[in-house]
């Protein structure tokens, strides 16, 4: 069978000016980016997101696992299958990162017969978004030792830096160093470390910022660390967000590519979800709104993750509401939550299915919980059976939720009709009000307990004294209001990776907390999760070159 590279090489792509006409963006709006990418002016963009908007449609998924489920294939799938229906869509997503692309996960450009391209551009550089990001990042980090070196007039005190350097690449060795040694000529000696570039503050600013403006305003209230006297010292106090907004102008416009059939996607911004908020950027989303009759766009990992931070951080700060929501899931997925063995998901097995349904369960009834339809996709695989396919089913009607087999992945679009049909009818009628699980009011040690035991069915939340007393802090500071951004391993409800299916009872325990001033939210880090991977034992990157004529080979 043809790998997703070669079935996207093997496609003929449009002109993007062509897919530009599609969406109602004029080329006059176009910054091309060679033949199929282009990035949209933000003066248009702006100007299309001041229209009536279309409806947003959520694509968020159960835990993830070995087996995969497949968000982006049914978001990209989905997309396609609508606008075959005559519904004028357009695709959301985020930019893929270099780290994943080379350790363990792959592109995140889709897959099969449902994929964005040109899919070796895009998941390697794509239009240097990521770029300006590590650069924006690393000039405030520069302007902080800079002025350390040079009498440190704000009065800043080494040891209480909290602004980390950042690199989009999985690499261990810089999760903790010392900088500045080698005499008082090389600077001041302390202790840092790298981010991913994806974890970073800038990300996330990039991807919520309304503007230019606002997104200099952003950069400015960043928060690099205290004073000595305990006082918050941010970048604008270093006079470091103009230049840093400047190196970020190009990368805040939202890029333009196409599905395999035509459909026109907005990829832009890559936060992930485990450690970030895991949204693409709000500019782009209210764009596609102002463009189309439908915006189908995906939260990164599972709902408990990816689709609680876009509902209580990117609605929250951008203003939007889903009109409906689907949750992907996979009866191989389901098996291996159940207990099943990745090498014996081939074989039918619906005493393992049984026990793995509850984590589809949980999710649904999570999203419920914020007013939303739900739609499930089943992502079809050859050695699923009929009796497991109608155990879902089954599971799902209980829940008053339809659970749709797709086959997007080897069909395209014509995989994806039925459950395209069935969002539809979710569309009819009024938009449901959205109802976040907790008010802006509450305090945020409450916001963090309220996720956990919501949304993880955790028992309590497990917070250090010297946590608890940095989270009073942020609130005698007057950011009490901020939503909480919860950073776990993504493959468990709980903190711990090792617990599959629908835990529940178990303690969630907070390591740190960080305040992400500009981004607008507190990031509550619990468990063992880091904030720079590493690559695996054997990294997707030994496989990957180039072949005679030049092309890539082994992306997936």
Not at 20 to 28: K, L, N, T, Y
Not at 175 to 188: D, I, K, S
Not at 385 to 399: C, D, H, S, Y
Request: proline letters at 6%; charged letters at 20%.
């Amino acid at each position: 069978m043809a790998t997703d590279l070669e079935i996207a090489r093997a496609a003929r792509l449009r002109p993007i000016a062509d897919i530009a006409a599609r969406a109602g963006i004029p080329e006059a709006a176009l910054i091309p980016y060679g033949r199929h990418k282009a990035k949209v002016e933000l003066g248009f963009a702006e100007e299309a997101a001041a229209r009536p908007p279309g409806r947003l449609v959520l694509v968020t998924g159960i835990t993830p696992t070995p087996a995969g489920e497949g968000k982006t294939t049914t978001t990209i799938g989905l997309g396609d299958a609508l606008n075959a229906l005559g519904t004028r869509t357009v695709i959301c997503l985020r930019e893929p990162a270099l780290g994943p692309c080379f350790g363990v996960k792959g592109g995140a450009t889709g897959g099969g017969r449902a994929q964005v391209a040109p899919m070796e551009e895009i998941n390697l550089h794509f239009t240097g978004d990521f770029h300006a990001v590590t650069s924006a990042n690393n000039l405030l980090a520069a302007m902080v030792d800079n002025h350390l070196h040079w009498d440190n007039p704000l009065g800043l005190d080494p040891r209480r830096i909290t602004w980390r350097r950042s690199l989009d690449m999985n690499d261990r060795a810089l999760r903790g160093m010392v900088v500045g040694l080698g005499g008082p000529a090389q600077g001041v000696p302390r202790e840092d470390g790298f981010d991913i570039a994806a974890a970073s503050e800038v990300m996330a600013v990039l991807c919520l910022a309304a503007g230019p403006a606002d997104l200099q305003a952003r950069l400015g209230r960043m928060i690099v660390g205290q004073a000595r006297d305990g006082r918050a010292v941010t970048a604008a106090d270093l006079k470091a967000a103009g230049a840093m907004a400047a190196l970020l102008r190009d990368a805040l416009a939202p890029n333009l590519v196409q599905t395999l059939e035509g459909t026109p996607a907005l990829v832009h911004g890559g936060p992930f979800a485990n450690i970030a908020h895991g949204c693409n950027s709000a500019i782009a989303t209210r764009l596609g709104l102002g463009l189309a009759e439908v915006v189908v766009t995906e939260a990164g990992f599972g709902a408990d993750l990816g689709a609680e931070k876009f509902l209580h951080i990117k609605c929250r700060s951008a203003g939007l509401a889903p009109a409906a929501c689907v949750v992907v899931a996979t009866v191989r997925a389901l098996k291996m939550h159940g207990g099943a063995a990745k090498a014996d998901l081939g074989r039918e097995d619906l005493a393992a299915l049984r026990r793995g349904l509850p984590n589809l369960a949980r999710h649904v009834e999570n999203m419920g919980k914020f007013g939303l339809p739900v739609v499930v996709a089943l992502n079809r695989f050859d050695t699923d059976t009929p009796a497991e396919t109608e155990a879902v089913r089954a599971a799902m009607a209980a829940l008053g939720a339809e659970a749709v087999l797709c086959t997007h992945w080897a069909e395209g679009a014509a995989g994806a009709l039925a459950l395209a049909r069935a969002v539809q009818r979710r569309l009819r009628g009024a938009a449901p009000r959205l109802a976040p699980l907790y008010p802006d009011s509450m305090p945020l040690a409450e916001k963090l307990r309220t996720i956990a035991r919501e949304i993880y069915r955790a028992a309590e939340v497990a917070i250090p004294a010297a946590a608890a007393a940095r989270l009073r802090r942020f609130e005698e500071q007057g950011f009490g209001h901020l939503p909480v951004c919860v950073a776990k391993t993504p493959y468990s409800f709980s903190a711990d990776p090792t617990l599959l299916g629908a835990p529940e009872g178990h303690v969630l325990p907070l390591r740190e907390v960080r305040l992400s001033a500009g981004a607008g939210f507190v990031v509550a880090i619990c468990g063992e999760v880091m904030t720079m991977p590493g690559l695996p034992r054997r990294p997707a990157a030994e496989g990957i070159g180039l072949d005679a004529e030049g092309r890539i080979e082994g992306l997936f």
